[in-house]
């Protein structure tokens, strides 16, 4: 009887798998969608040449799924922006051709952190997105969401840290401007030393020397929730997906 039930347990479990690939994808299609994906954005890098703005494609598309009503997911940032976590940091960068922000946690929860402007910017939506305290500039995050609108598609909306709306032919797209960070953050440090099956140490190691980002929202519970930024790891994400077998994912 034992046999039989496990037996019939497997039984389901493999109709289930087949009946996922059949929404999903094979692990050939999902590989194929994911290079497609990498292919379009380095060819779109490369057309682009020195465009200050780097645009990636994020979301459940980007994974390899092709899910019906799912929308499109960008981030995009100022390539001459860089934040960084530790005043020693700017030693890495020239301020001739980098904008530098510190980021400052010492107020915010866990996640969230404030930006201050180091040096000056010629983003007209950065300056507008500044406001003074304590003798510094700091920017904004619901500031800076208010500026994106004004190089949005007509008829978008602000949907948390994104802007929102619906492209030609009915697809919808989420877009959050974003900057980025070239330093991994403390706050996530434990997790690359932590003990952990998977992902193996290389992956993680490999995560950790990839860049992070601030994204536009603030903690509700937090004191300046108008001026707090979320750290995102969505390129960690990224990773891991990609080191899943097709079983995991």
Known sequence: MFKSSE???????????????????????????????????????????????????????????RLRGSDLDYMGWPDDHRVILDMCQSEYYSTENKILILSDSSESPPGFTL??????????????????????????????????????????R?????????LPG??????ARCFACDFWSPSA?????????????????????????FVPIGNPQGLHEQEEWRISFSLAVHKLVHSMNHVSF
Not at 19 to 48: N, P, Y
Not at 125 to 135: I, R, T
């Open 170 to 175: 009915g697809l919808e797209y989420d877009l």
């Open 7 to 65: 037996t019939g347990f497997q039984h389901m479990c493999e109709s289930v798998f087949v009946r996922l690939c059949q929404i999903v994808g094979t692990s050939v299609q999902v590989a194929i969608r994911r290079d497609t994906c990498d292919i379009k954005e380095r060819l779109e890098k490369s057309v682009k040449g020195n465009d200050d703005t780097i645009i990636m494609q994020s979301g459940s598309v980007q994974k390899g799924f």
């Open 158 to 166: 602000v949907h948390r840290p994104c802007k929102s709306g619906t």
């Open 115 to 156: 930006l201050v402007l180091l040096t000056p910017t010629t983003d007209i939506g950065v300056q507008s997105a500044c406001v003074p305290m304590n003798d510094k500039l700091y920017i904004s995050s619901s500031l800076l969401r208010q500026q994106t609108q004004l190089y949005s598609i007509p008829n978008s």
């Open 189 to 213: 440090s434990s997790w690359i030393t932590r003990c952990h099956p998977w992902p193996g140490r290389e992956v993680a190691e490999c995560i950790a020397r990839n860049i992070c980002h």
